[in-house]
T-cell receptor
């Protein structure tokens, strides 16, 4: 599979701050997915994106499918302590049936 | 969202024994399920694709005789780690997509410790 470039690798922020993370790929993707993983648990799907330019929200989370189809970002507004975890981007390219994953962004939120 | 249940969540076994991990899609059917391995502080690494009614497809470098996969029904796939060694200790996670969708739903993961 293809490794996605996800940044930043980690973030340490204060409660109430907004957070932004992004993912890029070297090839065109058909679908972008964003997941959150808590320690010792499986990833939980946050947002799914299917069209270039699509902007989708899920509560305080907003994600966009880049118009070039090679990137996506995830924003978290007004962060709270329970936002702590590792966020992964994932997607399907034209050439594969399996998900490609980013390396994850570790988010720490201090009260 | 759809629910994927993985069992057990934790298992400790002795070297040389085999361990079976189950992955069930509770409220949808899946002709394909995926098995991943995750090392600490790393991303998910695809091990194999489990296909209902046919042989699994293994990623390069994954020993098919060591990691036996059976997808006996549209809601159940199993991964058996045979003759386990300490280096097989890891976090194993399965996923499945409701048919016709690109959304992958993951199980809770299984922490395998081989002693």
């Amino acid at each position: 599979g293809q490794q996605l470039n996800q940044s930043p690798q980690s973030m340490f922020i204060q409660e109430g701050e907004d957070v932004s993370m992004n993912c890029t790929s070297s090839s065109i993707f058909n679908t972008w997915l964003w997941y959150k993983q808590d320690p010792g648990e499986g990833p939980v799907l946050l947002i799914a994106l299917y069209k270039a330019g699509e902007l989708t929200s899920n509560g305080r989370l907003t994600a966009q499918f880049g118009i070039t189809r090679k990137d996506s970002f995830l924003n978290i507004s007004a962060s709270i302590p329970s936002d702590v975890g590792i966020y992964f981007c994932a997607g399907y390219s034209n050439s594969g049936y399996a998900l490609n994953f980013g390396k994850g962004t570790s988010l720490l939120v201090t009260p | 969202g759809a629910v994927v249940s993985q069992h057990p969540s934790r298992v400790i076994c002795k070297s040389g024994t085999s361990v079976k991990i189950e992955c069930r899609s509770l409220d949808f059917q899946a002709t394909t399920m995926f098995w991943y391995r995750q090392f600490p502080k790393q991303s998910l690494m695809l091990m194999a694709t489990s296909n209902e009614g046919s042989k699994a497809t293994y990623e390069q470098g994954v020993e098919k005789d060591k990691f036996l996969i059976n997808h006996a029904s549209l809601t159940l796939s199993t991964l058996t780690v045979t003759s386990a060694h300490p280096e097989d200790s890891s976090f194993y996670i399965c996923s499945a997509n409701p048919m016709g969708t690109d959304e992958a739903f993951f199980g809770q993961g299984t922490r395998l410790t081989v002693v």
